[in-house]
């Protein structure tokens, strides 16, 4: 029991990655309008400014693989947590709006960094049996830093009038990150280095005592011979590698799922979600009293899914999450088509923030961790995560594109996103029937063959 707990504790620490992933990602929705103020921004310095995190976030997917190979798992986490330190205290006081820029790029970098470290760090530390609930912890830790900041602006923001906020409000809501940051460092000391990472390296003896601790009596030695093995097996460079059939298939179907868990609709949600509630005719407050609801459900489903990942399996949850993200989309943009939109649009909104919360927020990482052979996890995972972001950028640009084109808006009465969103969620629901294998209770080191047998069939 009490390895049990200490396994716990090391996955709740690394995830404070997340949970700094989800609040760097959302706090800038509570700041932006004061900030465009104070700045006197155009509408493209205002998109900037929210999407200036995200060249961050591919500068440091980029960067992750070399990162965590050359200096570890560890310490790649603890330089994210710097770097999101900096970043509180750069964009809580910036002299101009290119300083503030310069930071959230810095920010952004750490993001990048925690998005494809932490998930591989706790998926290359724990159980098998163990894993897939484990490294959901690292969503519920983005969600939670989603809610808690949502709640964060919101109680900073009632400090003060408005003059308070247009000069000081928003300062505070970037500082506030500082917090966490400084939890998520003194928490790193306390945990120890993958013990994939230390055989890598060829420390063999703490890679035993790491897998000694946290696997069951008489397996970590197995699991030690599956490693070296799967290690030494490696002959070529990793790039080279990659290019392998079974490598290359497993490559193929990480990007997948990133790409899908980006396009099916959920960052314009979050991203805008105010502004969508209010287009469609509610109130400023009730907008945000909204946007909260939306953040509750994500992170109540979110634990339910890692209640059930390891024990329905991974591909269920697909199943399901993709058909209620389709279902309920397409009902709110018929609804929008319609114009009978402010009746249908919270509730289906809820249904699909469930949905996702339950299925392809969590379960994609859980997947992303576990899918790639030894030989490639670092670099293959890094790319997915890389492509991500890429994705990830092109919804957050598109989708006020898609809102704002006068002639969508008049042929579609501001349904047009709903209705591709909708058709992008059946387009995962088949890629995840069609290409997705089950890792349920699958060792780590049992993906190579996984990939295999996948080609042969």
Same mark, same amino acid.
């Given at each position: 029991?009490?390895?049990?707990?200490?396994?716990?504790?090391?996955?709740?620490?690394?995830?404070?990655?997340?949970?700094?992933?989800?609040?760097?990602?959302?706090?800038?929705?509570?700041?932006?309008?004061?900030?465009?103020?104070?700045?006197?921004?155009?509408?493209?310095?205002?998109?900037?400014?929210?999407?200036?995190?995200?060249?961050?976030?591919?500068?440091?997917?980029?960067?992750?693989?070399?990162?965590?190979?050359?200096?570890?798992?560890?310490?790649?986490?603890?330089?994210?947590?710097?770097?999101?330190?900096?970043?509180?205290?750069?964009?809580?006081?910036?002299?101009?709006?290119?300083?503030?820029? !310069?930071? *959230?790029?810095?920010?952004?970098?750490?993001?990048?960094?925690?998005?494809?470290?932490?998930?591989?760090?706790?998926?290359?530390?724990?159980?098998?049996?163990?894993?897939?609930?484990?490294?959901?912890?690292?969503?519920?830790?983005?969600?939670?830093?989603?809610?808690?900041?949502?709640?964060?602006?919101?109680?900073?923001?009632?400090?003060?009038?408005?003059?308070?906020?247009?000069?000081?409000?928003?300062?505070?809501?970037?500082?506030?990150?500082?917090?966490?940051?400084?939890?998520?460092?003194?928490?790193?000391?306390?945990?120890?280095?993958?013990?994939?990472?230390?055989?890598?390296?060829? *420390?063999?003896?703490?890679?035993?005592?790491?897998?000694?601790?946290?696997?069951?009596?008489?397996?970590?030695?197995?699991?030690?011979?599956?490693?070296?093995?799967?290690?030494?097996?490696?002959?070529?460079?990793?790039?080279?590698?990659?290019?392998?059939?079974?490598?290359?298939?497993?490559?193929?179907?990480?990007?997948?799922?990133?790409?899908?868990?980006?396009?099916?609709?959920?960052?314009?949600?979050?991203?805008?979600?105010?502004?969508?509630?209010?287009?469609?005719?509610?109130?400023?407050?009730?907008?945000?009293?909204?946007?909260?609801?939306?953040?509750?459900?994500?992170?109540?489903?979110?634990?339910?899914?890692?209640?059930?990942?390891?024990?329905?399996?991974?591909?269920?949850?697909?199943?399901?999450?993709?058909?209620?993200?389709?279902?309920?989309?397409?009902?709110?943009?018929?609804?929008?088509?319609?114009?009978?939109?402010?009746?249908?649009?919270?509730?289906?909104?809820?249904?699909?923030?469930?949905?996702?919360?339950?299925?392809?927020?969590?379960?994609?990482?859980?997947?992303?961790?576990?899918?790639?052979?030894?030989?490639?996890?670092?670099?293959?995972?890094?790319?997915?995560?890389?492509?991500?972001?890429?994705?990830?950028?092109?919804?957050?640009?598109?989708?006020?594109?898609?809102?704002?084109?006068?002639?969508?808006?008049?042929?579609?009465?501001?349904?047009?996103?709903?209705?591709?969103?909708?058709?992008?969620?059946?387009?995962?629901? !088949?890629?995840?029937?069609?290409?997705?294998?089950?890792?349920?209770?699958r060792t780590l080191e049992e993906m190579d063959d996984m990939w295999k047998n996948e080609l042969v069939k």
């Amino acid at each position: 029991m009490e390895g049990n707990g200490n396994l716990r504790f090391i996955a709740l620490s690394a995830a404070i990655g997340g949970l700094l992933f989800g609040y760097d990602t959302a706090v800038i929705s509570g700041a932006i309008g004061n900030l465009t103020k104070y700045f006197d921004l155009s509408p493209l310095q205002t998109g900037w400014a929210i999407s200036s995190a995200l060249v961050g976030c591919l500068l440091g997917a980029f960067v992750s693989d070399y990162c965590s190979t050359k200096f570890g798992r560890r310490m790649c986490m603890a330089i994210a947590a710097v770097l999101f330190l900096a970043c509180s205290i750069g964009t809580a006081l910036p002299e101009s709006f290119t300083v503030f820029i !310069i930071f *959230r790029i810095i920010g952004g970098v750490g993001v990048g960094l925690a998005s494809m470290v932490v998930p591989m760090y706790i998926a290359e530390i724990a159980p098998a049996e163990k894993r897939g609930g484990l490294v959901a912890y690292n969503q519920l830790a983005i969600v939670i830093g989603i809610v808690v900041v949502y709640f964060v602006n919101y109680f900073i923001a009632l400090q003060g009038d408005d003059e308070w906020n247009l000069n000081l409000g928003w300062r505070w809501m970037f500082g506030s990150e500082l917090i966490p940051s400084v939890l998520y460092m003194a928490l790193i000391i306390f945990i120890p280095e993958s013990p994939r990472w230390l055989l890598m390296k060829g *420390r063999r003896e703490q890679a035993m005592k790491v897998l000694e601790k946290y696997n069951p009596v008489g397996r970590a030695q197995t699991v030690y011979k599956e490693i070296e093995a799967s290690l030494g097996e490696k002959t070529a460079t990793d790039w080279k590698l990659l290019f392998h059939p079974s490598f290359r298939l497993a490559l193929l179907v990480g990007i997948g799922l990133s790409v899908f868990q980006q396009i099916t609709g959920i960052n314009a949600i979050l991203y805008y979600a105010p502004e969508i509630f209010k287009s469609f005719g509610s109130s400023a407050d009730a907008s945000l009293l909204e946007t909260s609801m939306l953040g509750v459900i994500n992170l109540i489903f979110t634990i339910f899914s890692i209640y059930l990942v390891d024990r329905i399996g991974r591909k269920p949850l697909l199943y399901i999450g993709s058909s209620g993200m389709f279902l309920s989309l397409a009902i709110v943009g018929a609804a929008a088509y319609y114009e009978m939109v402010s009746t249908w649009l919270l509730p289906f909104l809820l249904l699909f923030m469930a949905s996702f919360s339950i299925s392809w927020g969590p379960v994609v990482w859980v997947l992303l961790s576990e899918i790639f052979p030894n030989r490639v996890r670092s670099l293959a995972l890094a790319i997915a995560v890389f492509i991500q972001w890429i994705a990830n950028f092109a919804v957050s640009q598109t989708f006020p594109l898609m809102t704002g084109d006068k002639w969508l808006n008049e042929e579609f009465h501001g349904a047009f996103p709903f209705i591709l969103f909708a058709f992008l969620c059946l387009l995962a629901l !088949i890629f995840v029937w069609k290409f997705v294998p089950e890792t349920k209770s699958r060792t780590l080191e049992e993906m190579d063959d996984m990939w295999k047998n996948e080609l042969v069939k």
